[in-house]
């Protein structure tokens, strides 16, 4: 008797919610239903927990209160307004809260999961999200190291991973990525490549994209990138050669000045033609300036054929803001690539013989093994932040006599290189 007393409740509990309840709302009923004449809300049972409330501006409500599973407080879903939501597609809702309740899921955290799992899958591609890092720290970063970082991705990294969702991305996929770019001979790349990427994957674990980050088991997956010096001309023959081959230029006089400059004053390339005239004393024969690498001030002593060939570019580019403005926007700098390119124009392969780059190290071993200057000045002049006794990192003014005296001597060994005279080193004898 019990067992078949079970059974009909089961039948009865099947059949209401196949046929349905028998008080449910009809159309027209949600058409008219209206807030009550006090004002307040109407709420209209359609059965299983699911009414249709009324509000007095006319607006109508499918919800159904509920009580959360864990904490037992009394809870709120929502399932749309009508007419948007028919009464059909709200029962649907309904029912689906019905089952994940009975199994101990509250529906209102599942609807936000859900929403939450929505937008992920809108935004959480690889290109998308990084996109998104490098827009965040475009503020932060110099225009031409925005480029290049965009550039590695769009040729190296996009292609492969640049559709895919970043939580489905392993170190394997990575790993791939990474070998193929140091395949062609750039490791260097790839191991920077590693650390973009691995930036990106941080940046989708603040905003809630991903959980983790697999680029960072691959630190050390490829092998350490050997460290190759700037192709250099050390041999004094070669360095007068090339400094006849610069009387040979066919550019304009701005990159012919820069060419003259460059291996007379060894600064960086970046810092060459970026060069503001507003730094420049030339009465005093100085340059002042920030170096971009370390933001220390630095000073560069400037020889008597230095300023000689500054005051000669005066007078064509002394209006504009930078020594060497750009061929078509004099508002900014040279290009980066100018002073590679007028060397490849003169006919040296800057993969093997000299880079602007190069001059640093050709001034360096010539310097010291030719001129015999003394290595700490030498690297003072380099603006290298190399400790002294007292542990000092760099100032601007130190051996600033000797630099002034090292920069002309180098100035006028250079001149007499390019001479085709004899030369016999000058010893440091002189103080220097």
Request: glycine share 6%; with cysteine; charged share 25%.
């Amino acid at each position: 008797m019990v067992l078949l007393m079970v059974s009909r409740r089961f039948c009865d509990t099947i059949a209401k919610n196949t046929i349905g309840n028998t008080n449910m709302l009809t159309d027209l009923q949600c058409k008219n239903a209206k807030a009550k004449p006090d004002g307040k809300p109407n709420r209209i049972t359609d059965g299983d927990g699911l009414y249709l409330e009324v509000t007095a501006s006319g607006s109508k409500y499918w919800r159904r209160n509920y009580r959360r599973p864990v904490t037992g407080k009394q809870n709120t879903l929502s399932f749309g307004t009508y007419p948007d939501v028919s009464s059909a597609a709200a029962r649907e809702a309904n029912a689906a809260a019905t089952k994940q309740l009975a199994a101990g899921i509250d529906p209102a955290e599942a609807k936000k999961a859900s929403k939450r799992a929505a937008r992920i899958a809108a935004v959480n591609t690889f290109e998308a999200v990084a996109l998104a890092w490098m827009d965040e720290r475009r503020p932060y970063v110099q225009p031409a190291q925005y480029d290049k970082t965009l550039a590695r991705f769009k040729k190296d990294a996009f292609p492969w991973l640049g559709t895919r969702p970043v939580v489905e991305i392993e170190a394997p996929d990575i790993l791939d990525v990474l070998k193929r770019v140091d395949s062609r001979g750039t490791r260097f790349t790839a191991h920077r490549l590693r650390g973009e990427i691995s930036r990106v994957f941080r940046y989708g674990i603040k905003e809630g994209l991903c959980k983790f980050d697999p680029a960072r088991d691959l630190v050390g997956a490829i092998p350490p990138a050997q460290t190759t010096h700037f192709a250099s001309i050390t041999e004094p023959e070669k360095v007068g050669e090339m400094l006849r081959a610069f009387d040979g230029f066919t550019g304009t006089f701005p990159v012919l000045c820069a060419l003259r400059l460059a291996p007379m004053l060894f600064v960086r390339p970046g810092e060459l033609r970026k060069a503001e005239w507003e730094q420049f004393d030339l009465d005093k024969g100085e340059w002042r300036y920030l170096v971009t690498k370390t933001t220390t001030a630095h000073l560069v002593p400037l020889s008597t054929q230095a300023v000689a060939i500054l005051r000669e570019l005066y007078a064509l580019t002394g209006s504009a803001r930078y020594v060497f403005p750009g061929a078509r926007d004099r508002k900014r700098p040279m290009s980066e690539a100018t002073i590679n390119a007028a060397l490849r124009r003169l006919g040296y392969d800057t993969r093997t013989e000299i880079t602007g780059h190069g001059f640093r190290a050709m001034a360096r071993t010539i310097l010291h093994e030719e001129l015999e200057q003394k290595p700490e000045v030498i690297e003072h002049q380099l603006a290298h932040a190399v400790p002294d006794n007292l542990g000092g990192a760099y100032n601007r003014t130190r051996f600033i006599k000797e630099r002034r005296a090292m920069m002309q001597r180098w100035a006028d060994y250079l001149e007499r290189l390019k001479s085709g005279a004899k030369i016999i080193p000058i010893t440091a004898a002189g103080g220097a």
